[in-house]
DNA sequence: CTGATTTGACCAGC
DNA sequence: GCTGGTCAAATCAG
């Protein structure tokens, strides 16, 4: 138990320091795109240095707590990301529980994941972006503490397919264009032919594919937002890396394969030095990664330790500690 | 007319 | 008794 929560406040200061160092590179950017004196240079080295420090630091804590590298266990059995067997699938599990009417679910956590999307049009959407499933509002109520009331879904196709899909819906407090996602259960319909885009066969393939990237997006977000308040955040839209102009373009980056696992076209890697970086784009993209990567095994306090555990990404522990950036690897 | 949303009530867990 | 999850009738929208 300490040690879960020894390796949760690590979890936290590699996020924090990846958001660090986010921030300097963004400060990095800055200077370089400003005509350069020596002054100027001056300042590139220090940032460059604090960067390096920095990732090195998180290295350091990635190879003498190996548990940080490692994904959070699900609650219970199993990834809800990652397997083809429904037999002994988490939600397919609580699919299968027979509901009682009115019966309220057992508080088994570890049948849901939470994810943290923003809204689709800004602060002033009503929801969520659109995750790709068809939902059917059942019911919201004002939940304790909380400004904002919690919608429930289910699946529209729960009476036609028996699907068990639910999810709920609740504007964060501090917020308002973010809303915290709760799914329960696994889709098991068969999504409508038409509009069958490549979105949407990776989710037939994943279900929870779209709802991990927005997760992933969102995090990103939600970090630079708070460590870098100063600076633009880093939306997916506004987001240098791949010029992102939606929440799924950020995703975009990241696809689904054929075993449900998550891999990134930021590749190859390892990446390569900091000497070696020939623009701010590809320092963004550097770090963007990382971050990205940590976030994966390391959710934000805010996310909880259920919250979408991508254990398809992992650290490559055999960089060379000369690149100073932490690679990702595809198992 | 059909399907989605709203909303008050019901129910179970704590 | 309080709270959160769900139901279902009423209402709305296309």
């Known amino acids: 138990m300490a040690d879960a929560v020894e390796s949760r406040g690590g979890r936290a200061r590699l996020v924090s320091d990846l958001g660090r160092v986010q921030d300097l590179v ?33 290295i350091g804590m990635l190879h ?41 679910k057992a508080t088994a956590r570890w049948t849901s994941q ?5 809204a689709a049009g800004g602060s002033g959407a009503e929801g969520p972006v659109d995750d790709g ?11 304790l503490g909380a400004k904002h009331p919690r919608a ?10 028996n699907c068990p899909a639910t999810k709920q819906v609740q504007r964060t407090d501090d917020h308002p264009a973010l809303f915290d996602v709760v799914y329960h259960g696994e889709h098991t319909c068969r999504p409508a032919a038409a509009g069958g885009g ?41 987001c240098p890396v791949r010029g992102a102009s939606s929440p799924w373009s950020l995703a975009s980056s990241v696809a689904s394969d054929s075993n449900g696992c998550m891999h990134q076209d930021v590749s190859p ?17 550097v770090v963007s990664s990382a971050f990205a990567a940590v976030s ?10 259920e919250f979408m555990p991508l254990e398809c990404f992992g650290f490559d522990h055999t960089f060379d500690i000369g690149t100073a950036m932490p690679s990702l690897y595809y198992p």
């Open 198 to 238: 490549s979105k949407r066969a990776a989710q037939q393939h994943n279900p929870h594919a779209q709802a991990a990237l927005q997760g992933l997006a969102a995090r990103l977000t939600v970090a630079t937002a708070t460590d870098a308040a100063a600076l633009p955040p880093m939306t997916p839209e506004s």
């Open 133 to 143: 499933y068809s939902w059917r509002k059942y019911g919201q109520k004002d939940i």
């Open 296 to 305: 994966s095994v390391a959710p934000l306090p805010v996310l909880d330790d």
């Open 269 to 285: 890697c390892p990446v390569p030095g900091y000497r070696e970086w020939t623009s701010d784009g590809d320092l963004q993209e």
């Open 152 to 161: 429930y879904y289910r699946c529209t196709h729960r009476n036609s397919q």
């Open 64 to 104: 003498s707590s190996p548990d940080l590298a490692s994904p959070l266990p699900a609650i219970g059995t199993g990834s809800p990301i990652s397997s083809d067997a429904a037999s002994d699938h988490p939600f397919r599990a609580a699919a299968s529980a027979s509901a009682s009417p009115k019966k309220r």
């Open 114 to 118: 939470q994810v943290r999307v923003s």
């Open 26 to 58: 963004r400060q990095l950017e800055l200077q370089l795109r400003a005509p350069g004196d020596a002054a100027s240079v001056d300042l590139c080295r220090r940032l460059v240095h604090q960067i390096v420090a920095l990732t090195d630091s998180s």
